[in-house]
């Protein structure tokens, strides 16, 4: 079958100002499995340029395709293109199945599916054994009922799901498909040739606001070895400098994790590393920290999400201060740039308390920052949290986490989002950051800190100008549970667990008569 995979041209910031683009590995990763069940395969990745909508559509109906799937990383506010993209799909051939993936219509399946026709199925999960399922079941004129973990409307037009999907046990089963891409366009930390990638999937913390960690299911991991022999072949074979994790949690396993650092290192290749982690996982292997750096990792975002106690108790994060600035700390130490997230709006702030941010932040004495705002997802247990709190913001194309879109009723939009940019510019500029920014003695990390604060400066403007003159709020907007829906946080988990298969010394150790 002809098979299409579209990557919509997204609307955030953060990806339009950049020179670098990021591979979409999501739509390489179930790639794979279709090219390898025979099926005949193309990307239209429209990230760049960004791509206009009618070159989108045109690319992709380009030698009548049987099947268009579109899918996006940043899946909420990806929605209204994705959904556009489809519209146009159907009005010039109505005829092609389009099917749809990612976390936001995982949830979301009932009301996509209620208001328009344009799609066709939902993947709900993961996409790689789902998806040629679907295709295959769809290919022989089978039942679509009988492919489990999608959506789609009945023979009365009704939207209607199958049983969930089960987890991939084995990550390493499905291969991601990098003949897809010329990987000589993708880049990132400045030019450097990039792609992204997944060591694990899932997070084991319960986090109450987190979007990804109920998408998952469970934290499963790649097998090490395999692992960092891609990544050596990458480089190797494709001139690939920097992989950056995709995962939410990549160390939650010290084992599997030394197991990966060692593979990586003997494959002696000149990869770097970012990606984000917790905290916690770093103080816990501060004895293996220069294993890290020896491997590879440059930089480690670290997903403190605020600095204040008792709002960590209350989204639930299950680290604490002193774990974070021991953390930054540690990284410092062993070479590692460190990344903080600090985000706004989690409970109903004043300027006292973005004053105490702004303090707890500087004696943190992270090396770059990351400001966000709150951003509730419908499945979430935060959601239920913050149902009756007043939505802002109406485009869910803003709804990326670099916007504001729940109202404050002690800071006016102007002022949480001023001080949130002043304190981005101070944390940034004090003198110990352009100290190390314009003298660390390592090149690596010069470079890094350099690009870093030249791609934070251009969008720090963007984000001011966007602010005033371009993104429009309201004023007296619905509830958070009007504007979405119920909370659906009884359906986190989006798939059933499978359990990894026994190795065979195992299933032998089972039934001995001594077990």
Known sequence: MKIVLINPPHTAIGSRVPDDHLPPLGLLTIG????????????????????????????????FPDFVLIGHSGSTSAHPTALLIAEMIKQREPATIVIYGGVFPTYHWRDILAATDVFDFIVRGEGEATVVALVEALEMHQPAASVAGIAFRDDLRRPFATQPAMTIADLDAYRVGWELIDLSRYSYWGGKRAVVMQFSRGCP??????????????????????????????????GVELINLADENPTVSKKAWRAFLDALIAENVPVLIVGSTRADDIVRDADILHLYRKAGVIRWLLGMENTDEQTLQLIRKGGSTSSDREAIRLLRKHGILSMATWVAGFEDEGFRDLWR?????????????????????????FFRIARDRK?????????????????????????????????????QSRP????????????????????????GRRVWFREVWGFLARDGRVKDGPTLAEFWGAPQDAEEESMTVARPPRRPAEAAAAISPGA
Not at 359 to 378: E, K
Not at 399 to 427: C, G, N
């Open 32 to 63: 794979g499995p279709l090219i390898d069940a025979g099926h005949d395969l193309r990307l239209v990745d429209a990230e760049f340029g960004p791509m206009p909508l009618e070159k989108v559509v045109s690319d992709a109906l380009d030698g």
């Open 432 to 455: 110990k950051a352009l100290a190390r920014i314009l003298l660390h003695p390592d090149p690596e990390q010069r470079h890094s800190m350099r690009w870093y604060t030249k791609m």
């Open 205 to 238: 913390h319960l986090c109450n606001y987190c979007g990804q960690r109920g998408f998952w299911t469970r934290w499963r991991h790649r097998d090490p070895k395999r692992f960092a022999h891609e990544i050596a072949w990458l480089h190797r074979e494709h």
């Open 391 to 427: 939505v802002i913001q109406k485009d869910a194309r803003l709804w990326d986490y670099k916007h504001q879109v729940l109202q404050m009723t002690r800071l006016k939009p102007w002022m949480l989002f001023f001080s949130v940019k002043l304190i981005e510019l101070a944390v």
């Open 357 to 381: 941010g702004f303090r707890q932040l500087i004696a943190y004495d992270p090396d770059q920052i990351q400001a966000l705002y709150v951003t509730p997802h419908r499945w979430t247990p």
